[in-house]
C-alpha cells in the first residue's frame, strides 16, 4: 500500500493526490504532515518538505518525481501520452507552470499575512512571472485540456497552481496576470467539476477553514 504525507492546503501534496485519485490508485493519506527542519523528519523528507510518498518502507520526495512514479507503477489510466515527443511536450508545460510560474510567486505567496515586500522582490517577481505567463499561453492548448485532448499530469499541476499565481499577482502586482490568457478561467471551472478535482478542492477548502479556527 502507498501512504501519501502531507497536508491538505498544500497545492503539491493537493496535485499528488488528484492524481492518486484520478487514476484510481488504491491509497492511504496523512493529511497531518507538515514540513519540519526537525532531524526525525528530515530522515523521511531531506528538504524538509510535504508531500512525500511512503512505499513499500522507502519515501519518495518530490512530487514531479512522485507523479512519474505513479505513472510508471500505474499505467493503466495514464496521465501521459505515449509517444515520445507528446510525452515531452506535458513535461514542458509542467515546468513552466511550476518552474516558472508557481516557483516564481511562491517569495511573495509568504507575504500574503501583510509582511510587507521589498521593492526589489516585488520588481523580480513582476518581470519573471511575465515571462512565465509568455510561456505558457504560447504552448497551452485547451482542447479542453491544457496539453490537448487527454486529461495530463500538468491538468493537476495546473489546477494547484495556476490559482496562486492570481492571488499573488492580483495582491502584489495590481492585476492578474493570467487574464493575459482567457481561456484559463472556464478551464480551470472544467477541471473542477470533475469528481477528484471537486473533492480535492473542497477539502483543500475544509481544511484552510480549520487551519483559520
Ligand atoms: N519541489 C517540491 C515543492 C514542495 C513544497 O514546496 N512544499 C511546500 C508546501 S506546499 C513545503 O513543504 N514548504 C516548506 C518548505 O519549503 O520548507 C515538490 O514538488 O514536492
Known sequence: MIKLCGFRISNYHNKVRIALLEKDVPHEENENVKPSQEADY???????????LEVDGECLRESAVIME?????????????RDPLARAKVRELNTFIEL?????????????GGKP???ELRQRAEKDVAKG???????????????GTELTIADCAAFVHLPLV?????????RDFLEDIPQVKPYLKMLGERPAFARVNEDRRAATAAAKK
Open 166 to 174: 492570481t492571488l499573488v499577482t492580483k495582491n502584489f502586482l495590481g
Open 100 to 112: 516558472h510560474l508557481e516557483l516564481v510567486v511562491r517569495p511573495l505567496y509568504r507575504h500574503l
Open 69 to 81: 512514479y505513479l505513472e510508471d507503477a500505474y499505467p493503466a489510466r495514464p496521465l501521459l501520452p
Open 117 to 119: 515586500v521589498p521593492d
Open 133 to 147: 505567463v509568455r510561456s505558457l499561453k504560447a504552448v497551452a492548448k485547451f482542447e479542453p485540456y491544457i496539453a
Open 42 to 52: 528530515l530522515e523521511k523528507s531531506p528538504m524538509g518538505k510535504v508531500p512525500y
